[in-house]
């Protein structure tokens, strides 16, 4: 009874394909042709994406620009492909759209945090507040931006630790681009002790930076006698110098500060690094 049904199963599927070998052999040669055009279109998307990714380096688009626009067109191509090669085996995309279209509302509120980071991303680019290779400030987060993604930015802290940050949440935070601006003010704070003459340590404050070289003093240097708290006279000194020379000149004017007070019996209670301004 078994080898029965199955041989009557076996002789209407064998009648089924016969009937329909015209239908079949169109459906899998649509199946193939398909399948060309996505894996020609990814290559297609993935050579075109390339080339306007060097056209804009060529034209001295900045990287962090460029790798953007080239991602977001990767994607786009691929998702037309997609949508063109199953048109191919006879799928309505118009029917797709429109369910991915009802579809949308709830893809969106699951995925809000991703679309405001892709939001967030697109107006990083339009605006670039910093590039790739300029250190930011983004929310106490300090680093040396690598590149901006279309979800995320990468940045690199200067002990060599990698930083990911949602482009939201950079957009919601302040940013400070200590790179735009090639000239800033840099400030010491030295505290000496009271039983010192004020206006000897100000002479002596103002040489000390007026002879480092990488200074600019047609910016200016100030000396400015900032408080007295409970055991010490507190002095800032401010001045102005390229970033490239900031921890050099800091770390080299400690050190004559200190040389030179020693010498002139000024006790040095502390002295600190301030923010650059």
Not at 225 to 231: D, M, N, R, V
Request: glycine share 6%; with cysteine.
């Amino acid at each position: 009874m078994n080898n029965l049904y199955l041989s009557t199963t076996l002789n209407n599927i064998s009648h089924w394909i016969i009937d329909n070998k015209i239908l079949i052999i169109n459906y899998f040669f649509n199946i193939v042709f398909c399948i060309i055009i996505i894996v020609v279109g990814i290559l297609f998307a993935r050579i075109f994406s390339k080339g306007v990714n060097n056209l804009l380096l060529t034209h001295r688009i900045d990287i962090t620009v460029t790798e953007f626009i080239s991602r977001l067109i990767h994607y786009s191509i691929i998702i037309f492909i997609i949508s063109a090669s199953l048109g191919c085996i006879g799928v309505q995309t118009t029917s797709i759209i429109t369910v991915l279209g009802a579809a949308g509302l709830t893809i969106g509120l699951a995925l809000q945090n991703s679309l405001s980071n892709l939001a967030a991303g697109v107006l990083l680019v339009i605006f670039y507040p910093f590039r790739s290779g300029e250190i930011v400030d983004i929310g106490g987060v300090i680093g040396t931006i690598i590149n901006i993604q279309i979800f995320c930015t990468t940045l690199k802290s200067a002990d060599g630790k990698i930083i990911i940050i949602p482009n939201s949440k950079i957009i919601s935070n302040s940013i400070i681009n200590f790179s735009r601006e090639s000239i800033h003010r840099n400030e010491l704070i030295i505290s000496v002790s009271y039983d010192t003459n004020i206006d000897k340590v100000i002479d002596l404050l103002y040489s000390i930076v007026a002879l480092d070289k990488r200074v600019l003093k047609d910016m200016g240097i100030e000396i400015i006698l900032k408080e007295f708290p409970i055991s010490s006279i507190n002095f800032i000194i401010r001045y102005w110098s390229h970033i490239n020379n900031f921890e050099s000149i800091y770390s080299d004017l400690l050190k004559k500060i200190k040389i030179v007070l020693d010498k002139q019996k000024i006790s040095i209670y502390f002295s600190k690094k301030s923010n650059v301004n």
